[in-house]
C-alpha cells in the first residue's frame, strides 16, 4: 500500500500539473492582490487622518457646516466619508457626520449616517446607537428611541455608556407613564453600577418612581 502511495503521487502530479500550476497561480495572485490592497487602503486612511483633523477641530468649536463641507483647503466629514471609502477613517467620518446633523437639528439625516456607520470600535458605537436614539426621540418616536438606548447600554456594557443610556432610557419610560420599566433600568443601573455618575444619585430616582407606582 505504501509502495502504491508512493507511486500514484508522482503520477497524480504528472497527470494533473496543468491545473495544480494554475490553482497556485491563483493563490500568489489573490495573495499579492491582498497586500497591494492592504497598503493602498493604509495609505489612503493616512490621508484621510490628515484632511479629518480640521473637521474635527471645527465639530469641537460647533463650526458645524465647515465640520460637514469643509473649508475649502481641508475636506470636511461627508467628502471624506465619500472620497476615502472603506477605510476606517472614512467610516469614523459618517459617525461624525450624523453626530452633526444631530446637533444641527436634522434628525433624519442624523439616523442615515448614523446607520451607516460600521461599529468596530465598541465604546463608539455604543455612541452611535445612543444618538441615534436621541434621533428618534426627537421626532418624537419615543417607542424606537427608548429601544435604541437599551441596545447601546448593552452594545458596551462599561461604567460610562451603560448607566448613560440607561438613565435615557429611564426616563422616556417615565414620560410614557411606564413606571415599571422605568424602575427595572434604575435599579440596574444601582445594582450595576453604583460608583457612576448616574449611580450616585440614582436612589432618588428609584424611590419618586415608586411613588409614582402607588
Known amino acids: 500500500n505504501v ?4 507511486t500514484r503521487t508522482p503520477q497524480y502530479l504528472e497527470e494533473n ?7 497556485l497561480g491563483v493563490m500568489v495572485v489573490l495573495v499579492g492582490l491582498f497586500w497591494l490592497v492592504k497598503i493602498y487602503l493604509n495609505k489612503k486612511n493616512e490621508e484621510a487622518q490628515s484632511q479629518m483633523y480640521m473637521a474635527e477641530r471645527y465639530l469641537e468649536m460647533d463650526s458645524l457646516k465647515l465640520a460637514l463641507n469643509g473649508d475649502g483647503n481641508y475636506l470636511g466629514f461627508l467628502d471624506i466619508a465619500n472620497e476615502y471609502k472603506f477605510t476606517n477613517t472614512a467610516n469614523l467620518a459618517l459617525y461624525s457626520a450624523g453626530i452633526c446633523y444631530l446637533h444641527l437639528g436634522q434628525y433624519q439625516d442624523a439616523i442615515d449616517f448614523l446607520n451607516k456607520y460600521s461599529r468596530k470600535d465598541k465604546l463608539v458605537g455604543s455612541l452611535a446607537i445612543g ?9 418624537g418616536d419615543l417607542e424606537t428611541g427608548v429601544s435604541k438606548y437599551i441596545e447601546a447600554a448593552d452594545f458596551a456594557s462599561n461604567s460610562f455608556n451603560t448607566p448613560l443610556f440607561l438613565m435615557k432610557a429611564g426616563e422616556i419610560y417615565e414620560l410614557n407613564n411606564n413606571f415599571s420599566e422605568a424602575l427595572k433600568v434604575y435599579e440596574r443601573i444601582q445594582k450595576e453600577y453604583p460608583e457612576s455618575n448616574e449611580g450616585l444619585s440614582i436612589d432618588k430616582y428609584i424611590a ?3 411613588l409614582l407606582m402607588k
Open 3 to 6: 509502495e502504491q502511495t508512493l
Open 17 to 23: 500539473y496543468k491545473p495544480l500550476l494554475i490553482g
Open 131 to 139: 444618538a441615534t436614539g436621541d434621533a428618534y426621540v426627537e421626532l
Open 208 to 210: 419618586r418612581v415608586k
